[in-house]
C-alpha cells in the first residue's frame, strides 16, 4: 500500500581542523558548528515484483530540505538556489519516479520513468540509508540523480540487465544543458550469495562540457562520461563483516575548472561563475572501500578507505590525489532512533585544497544523529 516516511536527520556535533570550509570533502562541509544536514520527506508505493501471475506498479516520491540540498541539485529542478544563489539551505525534490513491472518478460521487468537517484554507487544521498555521516571524496564528484526512462530485466537468479536514456549527468530533460545519455548496467550474484560485482557505463554521449547562457551569463554544466563497478563480499554468512569496493574512470572534454559552476559571488563554499577552461580532456578516477563489522544487534562499526585523482582540477578545483581515511561506529537505541559518531582524515598530495585551498589536509570529527517517524 502507498506509505509515507520523515526522516529528519541532523547534525549534533561537528569540529574540524578546517576553519572555513571543509570542502572538497562533502555534506559536512560546515566545520565547527551545529547543523541540520537534511530532513527528509518520501511517499511512495513499492510494486509486488516477487510474484510472476499480474503486472503491478509502483512509484517515489522524496523530498530533501537542508545544507545536503546542494550535492543533490539537478538543473531544472529548483536549482537557482545552488546555481544562482549558493544558498546554504535548500530544498531537492531527489526522487520523482513512477515505475510498472511486467513479469513476463524474461524473468521480469521494471521500467522506471522520472528522476532517481544513481544506480552504482555504495553510498547513498539520503543519510538514514548511508553506512557513516559522511561520504567519501569518490562519491561526491559522480553522478547523484538521472532523468529518463530505464529499463531493468531480470535475466535469472544470478543476472541483471538494465538500459536507460537520460537527460545527462544532474540535470532535468527542460535544462539548456540536458543532452541524450545512454546507460547501460550489468549485475552478477554467485549462487552462494556472497559476492556481487555491479558495473556500469553511467553517462554515454560525447563527453563534452555543457556551455549555455543563463542568468544572463555564460554558464555551464559537466557532461562527463564514466565506467563504475562495484564488488560487494560477504566474509560470513550472515553479512555480519562484509566489505564493499568501488572503483571508477571518468573524462570529459572541453571543461572548466570545478566543473558545474554556481553564479553566486565567492564564498567559501563555492560561487564565482563559470571556471578556468580546460582543453582536451580531463579525468578523474580513484578506489573506495567500506568494510563493515556488526559488533552487537544494535551496534556496527564502519572502516572506510580512498584513493582518488581529480587529474586537471575539472572536479574539484584543484588538480590534486586525494585520500580519506575514516572510521565510525553506528548505535541504534530502536527503530527510529540512531547515533553516529566517526573520526576521519582527509589528504591531498599535489596541491593545498582544503579549508579554500590553505591546507593539506584537515581531521574531521562528526556526531549525528537519524531520527524516524
Known amino acids: 500500500p502507498p506509505r509515507s516516511t520523515l526522516f529528519p536527520y541532523t547534525t549534533l556535533f561537528r569540529s574540524s ?3 572555513m570550509s571543509n570542502q572538497p570533502d562533502s555534506y559536512w ?5 551545529i547543523e541540520m544536514d537534511q530532513a527528509v520527506l518520501r511517499f511512495e508505493r513499492q510494486a509486488d515484483t516477487v510474484q510472476t501471475d499480474h503486472i503491478d506498479w509502483g512509484g517515489r516520491f522524496s523530498s530533501v530540505y537542508g545544507i545536503d540540498y546542494r550535492y543533490l541539485t539537478a538543473g531544472g529542478y529548483f ?3 545552488s546555481l544562482l544563489e549558493n544558498l546554504l539551505y535548500g530544498y531537492d525534490p531527489t526522487e520523482i519516479y513512477g515505475e510498472v513491472y511486467i513479469p513476463w518478460v524474461l524473468n521480469g521487468m521494471v521500467i522506471r520513468v522520472g528522476r532517481w537517484i544513481a544506480c552504482p554507487d555504495i553510498e547513498t544521498q539520503f543519510a538514514p540509508d548511508n553506512y557513516m555521516g559522511s561520504h567519501s ?3 561526491t564528484y559522480d553522478t547523484y540523480t538521472q532523468s529518463g526512462v530505464m529499463f531493468t530485466f531480470c535475466i535469472n537468479n544470478q543476472w541483471m540487465f538494465q538500459g536507460a536514456i537520460t537527460a545527462g549527468t544532474d540535470m532535468a530533460p527542460w535544462y539548456p544543458g540536458a543532452i541524450p545519455t545512454g546507460f547501460l548496467g550489468l549485475r552478477w550474484v554467485s549462487k552462494d550469495n556472497r559476492d556481487s560485482v555491479y558495473t556500469c557505463l553511467n553517462n554515454i554521449n560525447n563527453a563534452k ?3 549555455f547562457e543563463e542568468y544572463g551569463q555564460t554558464m555551464g554544466h559537466d557532461n562527463f562520461n564514466y565506467i563504475v563497478s562495484t564488488w560487494t563480499h560477504k566474509f560470513t554468512e550472515s553479512g555480519s563483516i562484509h566489505t564493499n569496493t568501488e572503483a571508477y574512470y571518468m573524462w570529459q572534454f572541453d571543461a572548466h575548472v570545478g566543473g558545474t559552476p554556481s553564479a553566486a559571488p565567492v564564498d567559501q563554499f563555492g560561487g564565482g561563475g563559470l571556471g578556468a577552461p580546460i582543453p582536451g580532456d580531463a579525468a578523474a578516477y580513484g578506489v573506495l572501500n567500506y568494510t563493515e563489522f556488526q559488533l552487537s544487534k544494535k551496534d556496527y562499526l564502519s572502516v572506510r578507505n580512498e584513493y582518488w585523482v581529480d ?3 575539472e572536479r574539484t578545483g584543484f ?13 541504534n537505541f530502536n527503530d527510529l532512533f540512531q547515533v553516529r559518531p566517526e573520526v576521519g582524515y582527509y589528504r591531498g598530495y599535489w596541491q593545498p585544497a582544503f579549508d ?3 591546507k593539506m589536509g584537515e581531521w574531521i570529527i562528526g556526531f549525528d544523529t537519524t531520527i524516524r517517524f
Do not use: C, E, M, W
Not at 562541509?29 to 558548528?33: G, Q
Open 79 to 81: 536549482s537557482q538556489q
Open 17 to 19: 581542523t578546517s576553519k
Open 209 to 211: 562540457f555543457r556551455t
Open 29 to 33: 562541509i560546515v566545520p565547527n558548528r
Open 311 to 313: 587529474q586537471k582540477g
Open 356 to 358: 579554500d585551498g590553505t
Open 137 to 139: 571524496l569518490l562519491f
Open 319 to 331: 588538480a590534486n590525489a586525494y585520500s580519506s581515511h575514516a572510521i565510525g561506529i553506528s548505535h
